[in-house]
């Protein structure tokens, strides 16, 4: 690999924010060696007009990252780990996971102060499938709009009066010092985060040996335990970073304590599991816990909404 690792990162503020703090953390780590970012704009960076459910899902946000390492031209990718989709490309593999930020769903608007506040017919942004059907789990009045860009993009929409209030991950926030912008973390009973959300995670290729070994410091046991169970329920689920599907654990000493969810797209079906055992369980744990919702009809939610997001019209 030689002196210099090269990171791929979209060009996002947020993407670098995650590209550099790796870049600062390999270079604390280890003395005189060389971190340099590669700036790649990728396809969902390019397609804004349309919901991510119709042109690809968040695929669209890391392949071009994959090809510039099996080409090469990179030697790791940094992640937020609720955009990578649960099986990767052969050659490839995530070996190392940042400690996790806070991993809740945040309300954002200018003029309420909390989800139960929102007027009747209030109109909410969100690009997320997850988020949009678990609102209106909660409050089928609302109106939910396609909202696309990067932080900023979306905050200027916020701010221009398109829409009453918008949902954002609140670690991404936090990353760019927009906690401020903040006036609730929704509940986790009322909006389960996305498997993996708030977690950084490094991909790198799979023969890479050396660059694993340095990329070690880094690396979050707990956070790598809690994905894993995640990661397994989207996995065995086959649902992809658009479908309806939760997952969020949580370790207490070493047991771990997982809650899966899947969601029908009008919100009128929720279905929900809980399983806690080992941490050294975590992936049959997530196994299980998707098993659990599969019995109570989570393939057929899924593939009805999956119908529905690929026909002619726009839920959102």
Not at 257 to 270: N, P, Q, Y
Request: proline share 4%; aromatic share 2%.
């Amino acid at each position: 690999m030689g002196s210099i690792v090269r990171i791929a990162t979209r060009k996002s503020p947020l993407a670098l924010w995650q590209a550099e703090t790796v870049q600062a953390q390999l270079k604390a780590a280890h003395a005189g060696i060389d971190v340099q970012l590669v700036p790649i704009t990728t396809e969902g960076d390019i397609k804004l007009d349309q919901p991510l459910y119709k042109i690809g899902g968040k695929d669209l946000f890391v392949k071009e990252l994959e090809t510039a390492m099996m080409e090469k031209r990179a030697d790791l990718a940094v992640h937020s780990m609720k955009d990578v989709a649960a099986v990767l490309p052969q050659g490839l593999t995530l070996c190392t996971f940042m400690q996790r930020e806070d991993p809740t769903d945040a309300l954002v608007s200018n003029n309420y102060e909390a989800f139960s506040e929102l007027p009747q017919g209030a109109i909410i942004g969100t690009c997320s499938v997850r988020r949009r059907a678990q609102l209106l789990a909660s409050r089928p009045d609302v109106q939910i709009k396609n909202l696309r860009g990067n932080v900023g993009t979306r905050l200027s929409k916020l701010d221009a009066g398109e829409y009453d209030a918008i949902i954002l991950a609140s670690a991404g926030l936090m990353r760019l010092g927009l906690e401020n912008r903040i006036v609730e973390r929704l509940p986790l009973p009322m909006s389960l985060p996305a498997a993996g959300q708030g977690i950084v995670g490094i991909e790198v290729r799979s023969d890479d040996d050396e660059l694993q070994q340095l990329l070690a410091p880094l690396h979050d046991n707990d956070a790598a335990d809690r994905l894993t169970s995640e990661r397994a329920v989207t996995r065995t689920l086959n649902g992809g970073c658009s479908a309806p599907v939760a997952a969020f654990s949580v370790l207490k000493n070493d047991e771990l304590s997982l809650v899966a969810r899947v969601i029908s797209i009008d919100g009128k079906t929720l279905i929900e599991e809980s399983i806690s055992g080992h941490r050294s369980e975590a992936n049959a744990l997530g196994i299980k816990a998707a098993e659990l919702l599969k019995a109570q009809g989570a393939d057929e939610i899924l593939a009805e909404a999956e119908a529905f997001l690929a026909g002619p019209v726009d839920i959102i």
